[in-house]
């Protein structure tokens, strides 16, 4: 069936770091990849989508490429900030979206 | 901010009890999904409406969990006799059609607690 996996599940980074949070999906669909960041007590809100194979998208400083061949769309970012603690779901739109279980990104200073 | 409009924005319930929660979705989506967001931050998916009918809904064998997006009403989510283990977050989002390119823009959420 239709999956979406988050390996990491708390990340917590120095101000000015580089992160990447790991996502790979299962689907016998064309895969649709979404990133939704929620802050605390907010709505989830898109911070990135991609259906094309290896191209990479941005929105926010934040970027991911969609690699079909490994099934992933891993989201990076080259130096965190403060504002962007947060919780980031992957989700892979079949019928429905479908989450993965989420990362907690914790920024310090 | 979310043009998607959930109310309330909490809910507190006695076991048993009933719990009703309502969504507007964003003006011009017709597709509209409720999720439930556990205590540890993991959606599950319940129903999906396109306009008044339902698209997709999980089991809910339980027949506890009701759900409706009446003509020029909001959108609702009703449970019919609450239990502790339905205390989560229940979010509603809309789009503008089923098909899997589209963007699901959520609201902010019903935050529901069962004593």
């Known amino acids: 069936g239709d999956s979406v996996t988050q390996t990491e599940g708390l990340v917590t980074l120095t101000k000015g770091l580089p992160v990447m949070l790991n996502c790979t999906y299962q689907?016998?669909?064309?895969?649709?990849l979404f990133w939704y960041v929620q802050h605390l007590n907010e709505a989830p809100k898109l911070l990135l989508k991609?259906?094309?194979?290896?191209k990479r998208t941005e929105h926010q400083g934040f970027y991911a490429t969609l690699h079909k061949s490994s099934s992933s769309f891993h989201l990076q970012k080259s130096s965190v900030q403060l504002s962007d603690s947060a919780l980031y779901f992957c989700?892979?739109?079949?019928?429905?979206?479908?989450f993965g279980s989420g990362t907690k990104l914790t920024v310090e200073p | 901010n979310s043009k998607v409009i959930q109310t309330p924005r909490y809910l507190v319930k006695g076991q048993g009890q009933k719990a009703k929660m309502r969504c507007i979705p964003e003006?011009?989506?017709?597709?509209v999904f409720w999720y439930q967001q556990n205590k540890n931050n993991e959606f599950k998916f319940l129903i999906n409406?396109?306009?008044?009918?339902?698209?997709?809904q999980i089991d809910m064998t339980e027949k506890r969990f009701s759900a409706e997006c009446p003509s020029n009403s909001p959108c609702s989510l009703e449970i019919q006799s609450s239990e502790a283990g339905d205390s989560a977050l229940y979010l509603c989002?809309?789009?503008?059609?089923?098909?899997?390119?589209?963007?699901?823009?959520f609201g902010s959420g019903t935050r529901l607690t069962v004593l």
């Open positions: 989002a809309s789009s503008l059609s089923p098909a899997s390119a589209e963007t699901l823009y």
């Open positions: 989700a892979l739109r079949a019928n429905v979206l479908y």
């Open positions: 689907t016998t669909y064309s895969p649709f």
């Open positions: 003006k011009g989506h017709p597709v």
């Open positions: 409406f396109q306009n008044q009918e339902v698209l997709q």
């Open positions: 991609s259906s094309t194979d290896n």
